[in-house]
């Protein structure tokens, strides 16, 4: 079992639709919590990050975490064609110690 | 101001070949990440530089790699002796320091024929 698991997709939705991305994960240890979206060849962009349990709320997106499950999600409200990319989840105990990614959710919204 | 730049955008190479890659941070940066992204993947780490030193070298998957940042700023990744199992996205990341947000740069496309 890999420590970040992500369903690859692809997950194709109509314009306006809520869409929903999920990550579970293995260790405990982890306390910071991101999601990156990356176009087609180009590097990964930071879209929320979040500390510990919790909802955050950044225009049009939502992250949740729980640590409980073991769960995060990001939830995107009215998707917009240009919302189509890879949605990576990422994590880290802190520190110094490296980002754990997800494999990303390929997302199409169609207009 | 300018991001994380990497160069060059796209390497082909042969097997058995030696390459390098070359990766400029958001100036005033003094930690630098090096990820491989295969296709359909996430990005796995390699190496985090922590100012001249490489503080985690955990990730390289074996001694033809390699990675210098000799003035704590450009880092170079060496591999030497390369297999076509090593064609993938480079990415590189750079952050004010450890635990902090990373900023990633474009990657370099090595493909190894």
């Known amino acids: 079992q890999k420590e970040v698991e992500q369903d690859p997709g692809p997950l194709s939705v109509p314009e306006g639709a809520i869409v929903s991305l999920n990550c579970t994960y293995s260790n405990s240890a982890f306390q910071y919590f991101m999601w990156y979206r990356q176009y087609s060849r180009k590097g990964p962009e930071l879209l929320m990050y979040t500390y510990s349990s919790g909802n955050k709320e950044d225009g049009r997106f939502t992250a949740q975490v729980d640590k409980s499950s073991k769960y995060i999600s990001l939830f995107i409200r009215d998707s917009q064609p240009s919302d189509s990319a890879t949605y990576l989840c990422a994590m880290s105990d802190g520190g110094n110690t490296p980002l754990v990614f997800g494999k990303g959710t390929r997302l199409s919204v169609i207009a | 101001g300018a991001g994380v730049s990497q160069t060059p955008s796209n390497k082909v190479t042969e097997k058995g070949k030696y390459v390098e890659l070359r990766c400029d941070p958001i100036s005033g940066h003094t930690a630098l990440y090096w990820y491989r992204q295969s296709l359909g993947q996430g990005p796995e780490f390699l190496i985090y530089f922590q100012g001249t030193g490489a503080a985690d070298d955990s990730g390289l998957p074996n001694d033809r790699f390699f990675a210098v940042r000799p003035e704590g700023s450009v880092s170079t990744l060496k591999i030497q002796r390369t297999e076509r199992g090593d064609s993938a996205v480079y990415l590189c990341?750079?952050?004010?320091?450890?635990?902090?947000?990373?900023?990633f740069g474009p990657g370099t496309r090595l493909l190894v024929l």
């Open positions: 990341a750079s952050s004010s320091g450890p635990g902090e947000t990373q900023y």
